[in-house]
Structures are given as C-alpha cells and as structure tokens.
C-alpha cells in the first residue's frame, strides 16, 4: 500500500499521470480497495512494474479514458454509447475501449446495526431512496425518520442503482451526498435512522438487509452463493476497460492475471465475488 500511495504522490506532484513504465488505474470507488490489492500483490512479484490506482468514480474514469490520462478504467457500470464514441473519437483506428468483466458485486443496503429491519423488497429500497417513503415505521420497522445516504453522481454505483433501483426516478431531494462507499457506511454507523448502498466489500460493521425481488419473493441476503447464482435481486459486474491499442505488454499481461485463478482469490480476500470459470477468458 505503501509503494502505491508514494507513485501517486510522486505522479502528481510532477504533474503527469503516469510515469515512464507505469501503469496507471483510475475510477470506481467501489473497485477501489480490489485494485489497489492487485497492484499491490502483482508489483511485490512483479519488481519491474509500477501501478498507480485512484478512484473518484466510475465517471472520472471514463474522462480519464477519454482524455487519454489513464491506461485502465475501473468502472461498477457499463460504458455507456456516448462515452464509447468519445473513447473511439481518440482512439488508435476509432476503437472503442476493450470491456473486461473482473469481478461480480452484491450491491448492498446497509442500516444501522440497532435497526430491527432484516429485509425490504427492490421496491420498498426504491420508495425509500425516491423520498416516497419517509419513516421506518411504513416498512415494518421503528417509528422513526429515515436519513437517506447516496453517492454523488460521478459514481458508477449512483448510476446503477438509479436505473435498476429507482427505475430512472431521481433521489430525494434530501439524500446526504458522500464522497464514497466507505462514508456511506460511516455515515450509517453513527446514524440509527440512517440507510445507504454500496459494493459488500464496503459493508463493515453496519447490517446488510436481505432484499425481495418482489413484495412476495423470499428475502436474499447477499452472499458468493446468491450473487453467483443471481439470485440475489441487486447483484452486477464489476469492469475494467481499456484502449484496444494499450491492450499489450504490461498492461495485457496485468489484466490477464487479474482474471487468473491468482488474482481472482484477492476478489474474495476483499469481500466481492470471484468470476465464474467461463468468464475468465475472453471480454
């Protein structure tokens, strides 16, 4: 952790992204404490190689993509088509950036851990985060105010859990914006009415809820057996993209161990999901 927080630094205060024979990884939050696990892991094998990881979002990766600062970008989403031309608009021959699945994720709800509430369905987790429901006591739990935590918008996980949470609805108007995953859970530790979401790796000492599908679907919590079979309802893919030209090297021989049987046991080490076997090869 160490060696990677002194390229940073280094890299910065020179004013570049990357130095000479350096890999650089910028993006998701949420891949955040994965990819800086790798690159610590594969640099101490790998002596001659140098990987700078930052996060900021899936968004700040993809401009960082774009603007051809960064070699990876970490993402919790998909690329969307208009950031897919702006890469092509760059890029070597009008490519558009190479997708690589690395990880799966159970995206969470996390509570306090004094809230009696074990489980709320997609559509109760929505209502809450639209402002539509405001009290706890109108899913089954104290009479209490819920405090709402998100993410800001630059977040891939924002994003997903926009479209397939809220359906496309906005947040509500009194959402607290954290700068990160790990805020959120601070956040909710300290507040006994308060709720978030994020990546599992994230959860730490607050109280992941179970999730329905539906009102009358059983409740799943998430764990490797429920995201790998997808029967939990929130799970996803966690991504690395890259420019097709840099897809070579270093950086080739990088993303192939990341989704090596090696790199993909730190998957589970930092609490995501290992890829299935027939997604290890291949984009």
Partial sequence: MKKIITILALATATGISAMAGTITVKGSDTLLILAQKWAETYMGAHTDVKISVSGGGSGIGFAALQSQTTDLCDASRKIKPAEQMKCAAVFEGGKRPTEYKVALDGLSVYVNPENPLKELSVAQVGDIFTGKIKNWKEVGGPDAPITVYSRENSSGTYEFFKEHVLKGKDFAASAQTM???????????????????????????SKLLAIKKTDTSPAIAPNEETVMNGTYPIWRHLFVYVDPAKDKGDIAAYLTWIRSDEGQKYVKDVGYYPLPKNLRSGN
Wanted: charged share 10%.
């Fill in 179 to 205: 700068p990160g995953t790990a805020a959120i859970v601070q956040a909710v530790v300290k507040d006994k009415n308060g709720i978030g979401y994020g990546g599992a790796a994230y959860g730490g000492s």
